[in-house]
């Protein structure tokens, strides 16, 4: 099934609430990112920012974290709402760790790679984990183009997690390409710019959906 999750960063961030609602109707998880200035050289939302804005929608909070030691911060991001949490493979905190306490918290677990990283890295997670999210831009920044080599990734993942399982794309998406990436197996696309920084938000997260939905068809 396509799935739709508009991310946060590339939202006005002096109305966050109005911003959400604009989209939650066409939308089927809020994707937000978490950056620590270490693990990428940016800072974004942190736990307030989660607690605050689960009190505004129901919507599903699919939280992101690019931080350096994740294992440190998963329990306080599930009691702030968090609803899937994911964590990288290239941060040093050992990765079936993070996804046993995710999903001990009875949230779900993701694993995200970056675009350079060989999809065998995650391998051994495959069975534990509910979604994978490989990464289209190098992590840190909005508004980036989409790395061609991450490409070659996607229909090795799916290959490797099943039909099932969420696969999800982050980074330089938007209508005119993310069709390509449902052809190669994504399901679910996350669209910074593409959503959010458009006039419509609304009417862009529709026009996703049906691209998306029509490489499906393909
Ligand atoms: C990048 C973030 C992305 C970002 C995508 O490090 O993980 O989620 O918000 O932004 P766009 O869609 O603008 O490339
Ligand atoms: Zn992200």
Redesign the pocket.
């Known amino acids: 099934m396509i799935k739709i999750a508009p991310?946060l960063?590339?939202a006005n961030i002096s109305k966050l609430g109005e911003e959400i609602k604009k989209i939650e109707d066409y939308s089927d998880m809020l994707?937000i990112?978490v950056?620590d200035g270490h693990f990428?050289p940016n800072i974004s939302f942190g736990v307030p920012v989660v607690a605050g804005l689960r009190k505004i929608t129901s919507m599903q909070f699919d939280v992101?974290l690019?931080i350096e030691n994740p294992l440190k911060y998963i329990e306080s991001f599930a009691k702030a709402g968090a609803d899937i949490i994911t964590v990288h493979i290239e941060a040093p905190d050992n990765a079936m760790k993070c996804i046993q306490l995710i999903k001990s918290l009875g949230k779900k677990a993701g694993i995200a790679l970056n675009p350079d990283t060989p999809p065998e890295k995650i391998k051994y997670l495959t069975d534990d984990i509910d979604m994978v999210l490989q990464?289209t831009?190098f992590?840190?920044?909005?508004?980036?183009s989409m790395e061609k080599q991450a490409l070659a990734n996607i229909p090795k993942i799916r290959e490797m997690i099943g039909g099932k399982k969420d696969l999800q794309a982050?980074?330089?998406?938007y209508a005119e390409n993310c069709g390509k990436l449902v052809g190669l197996g994504v399901n679910v696309i996350?669209?910074?710019?593409?959503i959010f920084?458009q006039k419509d938000s609304a009417a862009a997260a529709k026009e996703i959906r049906k691209a998306a939905i029509s490489g499906e068809a393909r």
């Open positions: 991310s960063l590339a994707h990112d950056m990428v992101h690019m990464m831009v992590p840190g920044f909005g508004g980036q982050d980074g330089g998406i996350v669209s910074g710019t593409g920084g």
